[in-house]
């Protein structure tokens, strides 16, 4: 790894510094806005539900010394990626298991609870998913959901009330970055997100 590479401990790790493959990759302001709404602290244990390619698990393992990330991804293709990116960022706190949610957050080696909770991808599981991270959820626990479809919004907003979650709050990234073009300078958007952010009541 690069000497430039090696020096991004905090949020927002340049989106090219990572392997990416045809896997998503969770873009670098988007990262930054998500991790904020987390509210991090040292020592904690934290879930990532539908990893991708494991550029929020790398820098939300980077941003919690003493505490541990449990990554899961159901895309077998994924998983290397995200062991890829685990590798090259020298990150050894994350735990990688594949499989889809519905089994994984079901299976046996889990901790018991879990400070904070982020759900990225899915696949079509949500709701069981906020279920489930309802139950592993500690008292005072975050949960944060990324989506970009509007069904999905109204999904996660509609079952983080049913759960009893408070603080629910969303905003929506809209991000454009500045690009060259013919030696003046655009701004290219990127697909606008969602970011929810609900706290589990004692």
């Known amino acids: 790894m690069a000497e ?3 020096r991004y ?3 927002g790790i340049p989106d090219h510094f990572f392997e ?3 896997v998503p990759l969770t873009k670098q302001e988007i990262r930054c806005l998500t ?3 987390l509210k991090l602290q040292e020592g904690q244990t934290v879930l990532d539900v539908g990893s991708g390619s494991g550029g929020l698990s790398v820098e939300c393992a980077l941003l919690i010394p003493g505490g541990r990330v449990f990554a899961v991804e159901r895309d077998p293709d994924a998983v290397k990626v995200i062991r890829a990116n685990l590798e090259k960022f020298g990150v050894k706190n994350v735990t990688v298991l594949g499989g889809a949610a519905s089994e994984v957050l079901e299976g046996v080696g889990l901790p ?3 400070d904070r909770v982020m759900i990225g991808g899915s696949g079509g599981e ?3 998913i906020i279920g489930r991270a309802r139950e592993m959820l ?3 626990g975050v949960i944060v959901i990324n989506c970009i479809l509007l069904e999905n919004l109204q999904e996660s907003l509609q079952r983080l009330e049913e759960e009893g979650f408070s603080e629910i709050s969303y905003i929506q990234a809209a991000i454009s970055r500045s690009r060259r073009i013919g030696g003046k300078t655009a701004l290219q958007p ?3 997100v969602f970011i929810i952010s609900a706290t589990a009541n004692n």
Request: proline share 12%.
């Open 9 to 11: 401990a905090v949020p």
């Open 20 to 22: 990416r493959s045809e």
């Open 35 to 37: 991790l904020s709404k």
């Open 112 to 114: 018991a609870q879990f």
């Open 190 to 192: 990127l697909n606008p």
């Open 126 to 128: 949500l709701q069981a």
């Open 4 to 6: 430039e590479e090696k």
């Open 138 to 140: 500690a008292p005072g």
